[in-house]
Structure formats: C-alpha cells, structure tokens
C-alpha cells in the first residue's frame, strides 16, 4: 500500500472519531496544551517595548515547532512502521476536528432557550467572545447560527484543507495558529500591537479555506444561483473571512444575520449580512446543521481525492 493511503486511512478514522465522539473532555487535549504555552510567552513577552516584534516572533516559533516535531517524528517513525504512522494521523485528526462537538453546541444553545433566556445565554457564551448577557431570544439564536457557520470553517474546513496540502503537522500548525489568534488576536489595549501579527497570520491561514467553505454550503444546500449574494455580503463584514460562510447560511436560511455587537464592553458595529429579518426557529437550526454534515463529508472525500492526485 502506498504511504499517502495510510495518511487518508488515518483521516477516516480521526473524522470518524470526532462524529462519534467529539471533543475528548476527560483527556489531555493538545489545543489546551497551545493554550498554555501561548499564555507562558505572554506573559513573560507582553511587556516593554517592541511588543509587535515579540509577538510576531512567539507566533512564528510556536507555530514552525509545531510543525516540525510531529513533521520530524512523523517522517522517522514512517521508515520503520506505516501502521503506527496511521493511528497517529488518525489521533491528530481526532483531535484538530470540532465537527460533531461544534453542532452539539449549538444545538444545546437551542435547547436552553426553551427553558429560559437566561439558559440560552449562559450556554451560547460557552461558544462565543461576544458579551450574552443582554442578549435576546433572537439575538441569541442569530448568534448560535452564525458561530456554526464560522466554525465550519476554522474548526472543520480549514483543517482538512491544511492537511490535504501539509499532512497532519500542518493541520496541527493551522490549529496553533487559530488558537494563537482566539488567545492574543484582539484589537484592545493588552493585545493591540502584541497580538496583530498572530492576527494577520490567521487571516492568510483561513483566506482560502472560508471561501471553500461558503462555496461547499451553497452546493450542499443547491444554492449555487446565490454565489454572487455570497461574496458581495461576505467581503462587506470586518473579518476578511467569517463573513463568507455566514453570507451562505444566511442565503440558505433567507434569514439575516450580523449588526452591532458588544465584546468586552464595547460595541462593535458590524453590517447585517441578508435583509429578511424573520423570526430564527428550532427548524432553522436543524437545517444548518444538516448543511454542516453535508459539508464535513464532501470536503472528507475532496481532500482524500486531492491526495491520492497529488501523491
């Protein structure tokens, strides 16, 4: 069997590791371990002057080890046992993918809303950096959808694609690099100029990979006739990239998504992506995941096709 069959046998079995379980709560996750070792530099860097340069420098290290050491024990350990090789890549995989544990969060944010608002707050914050507590009903679910959309991208899509074009160290890489930017990416005081390059860097990391996204929505959903809504709403938003997926869930739907918004106690204006403001229901929500599942498997079976092409 060729080597580029191990890696897409491996790929099966982390993605259906994540289906049928998802995120691993009761062991050690490595994106946890990216956490702290991103909070370590932090501190210890975040301080004085040249904070762009040092920030820029943190991300760069962290990102290029975390790259080269599962590269290099990879490529080792391939030379002696192509099994090993596989159940590894399946394990990496298991861990990079957010598929099934993604459409559980947000189906739970509905679920809390039929007990109280307050439920459907307290469970949505679990999933989003927006402010929740004044957050009502509508607001609740529009930001639940837009969270599925968004994350079908950075916590399915983009890894996929980055594994397709660098094997499961660059899909670890993309993984430090998201985190990177969800830690120390924010435009406030703190983060301002330490935080921009790891920003930036994630902007480039996910530029192609929303786009496929939005693209694998519309054709899940035989949408495709609503591209040019896609891309004119998607490049409006304030992200270069979230608002592309978003655009296609809201042109799926016929819904309206995006506005003001408050993080950390200030408001954020963003546009509204789709004009029919209509009432988001339970139904809506099983429509998008749905359209998640349907994405999940099409771009499984593109990137196996993409590797067994370019191998």
């Known amino acids: 069997m060729e080597p580029v069959c191990y890696s897409i046998i491996g790929l099966l079995i982390g993605f ?5 379980f998802g995120d691993p709560e009761k062991l ?15 501190k210890y860097l975040n301080n004085g002057k040249f904070l762009f340069a040092k920030g820029a420098l943190m ?21 002696y046992n192509y ?13 990079c993918l957010s598929a099934r544990t993604l459409r559980d969060e947000v189906r739970q944010v509905f679920e809390a809303l039929e007990q109280s608002t307050d439920a459907g707050r307290k469970q949505l914050s679990r999933i989003v950096g927006r402010d929740t507590a004044t957050l009502e009903t509508q607001q609740i679910r529009s930001a639940a959808l837009e969270t599925l959309a968004e994350n079908l ?64 929505m519309l054709l899940s959903a035989n949408k495709l006739s609503k591209t040019d809504f896609v891309f004119k709403n998607g490049s409006q938003h304030s992200s270069p990239n979230s608002g592309y997926p978003e655009a296609a869930l809201a042109s799926i739907l016929n819904c309206r998504f995006g506005g003001p918004n408050s993080y950390f106690g200030s408001i954020v204006e963003k546009p509204f992506i789709g004009s029919n403001n209509r009432l988001l229901v339970l139904d809506d929500m099983q429509s998008a995941v749905k359209i998640n599942r349907y994405c999940e498997v099409i771009m499984i079976q593109l990137v196996s096709i993409l590797m067994l092409f370019l191998s």
């Open 59 to 79: 991300t760069i290290f962290l990102t290029v080890s975390i790259y080269f050491i599962p590269y290099l024990f990879i490529n080792i350990t391939t030379n």
């Open 28 to 42: 050690p996750h490595p994106i946890v371990g990216f956490g702290h070792l991103i909070s370590f530099g932090e």
């Open 153 to 216: 991208s950075d916590g399915v899509i983009a890894p996929l694609f980055w594994f397709a074009l660098l094997g499961a160290p660059g899909m670890l890489a993309y993984k430090m690099i998201n985190t990177l930017d969800s830690m120390i990416g924010y435009k406030n005081d703190r983060y301002f100029y330490f935080g921009k390059f790891a920003a930036r860097l994630d902007d480039v990391a996910n530029y192609v990979p929303a786009r496929i996204t939005a693209f694998i």
């Open 83 to 95: 099994i090993f090789n596989l159940l590894l890549t399946a394990i990496i995989v298991f861990y």
């Open 16 to 20: 259906g590791l994540d289906q049928l």
